[in-house]
């Protein structure tokens, strides 16, 4: 039998829902094949923690787990009975706290008895097992969309679409993808687990994202800045040339239409382009005798914002 999931992904049982997505993010990382090759005990960690989230980091399994109805390795259990409680054809109704919801007996052992049990029940067919995988992708994936491969612990790799405006956190989910269903006793098979992939944005070193909006730094002369001018910017697109109007301070914006990242087809948010007025790397005389000249005639002192 596996570990317990709450000692596997080391949090207490009255943890979040988001403490065990970030325990479970800090240890898949940690223990990732791809980060430790070759390392059997590293992707055996791996495969413990992923089946440990995948019990407890679905909200319905966690509550079944909790309650008793599902063990540690995500398989259903059926509770003991009352002394004197007979096997009446009534719903039996535990009574301790980790007793489920009511239980019909002539479900669990209809099988034995040659009741209706069929495919409910434990003897039933069971659904496979989720597969979870933590994937990094850039920026430009999430703004324009992209194809990648990922790589699960079971050594399969899936060729996977990332959606345009896709989010930091989203989880995709391939279904049927996951691991093999479980048959019952008639030899029925139960449907495939499916496939849930963990996107994580890589930070990027010229944009930020704000909503469906992307932020940038732009750099601008001081005589651009005083007099006006081109300054060239880089986009997801490519790069443009904007007007930077004459008298621009830092922190001014310049919107690009279209420019940020996908929030339905076709449509898109916008770049926007935040002004930083830059003095020149080395020292010019030319600009300190200027500056001294018009500090001496007209004396300026900023608004405050």
């Known amino acids: 039998m596996a570990n317990d999931p709450y000692q596997e992904l080391g949090v207490a049982r009255s943890a979040t829902a988001d403490d ?19 390392d059997k005990a ?18 319905e399994k966690r509550a079944k787990f909790d309650r008793g109805e599902l ?12 002394a004197g409680g007979g096997f009446g054809g009534g719903p039996f109704r535990g009574g301790g706290p980790t007793m489920g919801p009511d239980i019909d007996l002539s479900d669990i052992f209809g099988d034995v008895f040659g009741g ?6 434990f003897g039933g067919p069971q659904k496979g097992q989720d597969l979870r995988a933590r994937f990094d992708i850039d920026l ?4 324009l969309g992209a194809k990648r491969r990922v790589s699960f612990s079971d050594g399969r790799q899936l060729d996977i679409n990332i959606p ?20 019952g006793r008639d030899g029925t098979h ?14 990027h070193p010229v944009f930020r994202r704000e909503g469906m909006h992307l932020v940038m730094d732009l750099p ?10 081109k300054v060239e910017a880089k986009t997801p697109d490519g790069p443009v040339t904007l007007s930077v109007p004459p008298g621009s301070n830092s922190g001014a914006t310049l919107r690009l239409k279209a420019r940020g990242l996908a929030h339905a087809p076709g449509k898109r948010g916008d770049l926007l382009a935040k002004i930083v007025v830059t003095l020149p790397d080395a020292p010019d005389p030319e600009l300190t005798k200027f500056a001294e000249t018009w500090r001496k005639q007209r004396p300026y002192s900023p608004k405050r914002r």
Do not use: C, M, W
């Not at 970030?22 to 090759?37: E, F, G, M, S, V």
């Not at 063990?71 to 009352?82: I, K, L, Q, S, V």
């Not at 430009?140 to 703004?143: F, N, Q, R, T, Y």
């Not at 499916?194 to 944005?201: G, H, M, R, T, V």
């Open 20 to 38: 065990l997505r970030k325990a479970y993010r800090k240890l898949a990382k940690q223990y990732h094949p791809d980060a430790n090759p070759g």
């Open 42 to 59: 590293s992707e055996e960690k791996f495969k413990r923690v992923t089946a440990a989230f995948d019990l407890i980091g679905d909200p």
């Open 71 to 82: 063990d540690a390795d995500g398989r259903e259990t059926h509770p003991g009975f009352h």
């Open 116 to 121: 209706r049990g069929g495919g409910r029940g």
């Open 140 to 143: 430009e994936d999430a703004i």
């Open 164 to 183: 345009a405006g896709a989010a930091d956190g989203q989880v995709l989910r391939l279904k049927g993808l996951g691991g093999p269903g479980r048959a």
């Open 190 to 203: 139960g449907p495939a687990g499916d496939a849930l992939i963990e996107l994580s944005i890589r930070p």
């Open 220 to 229: 601008v002369s001081v005589p651009d800045a005083v007099l006006g001018g």
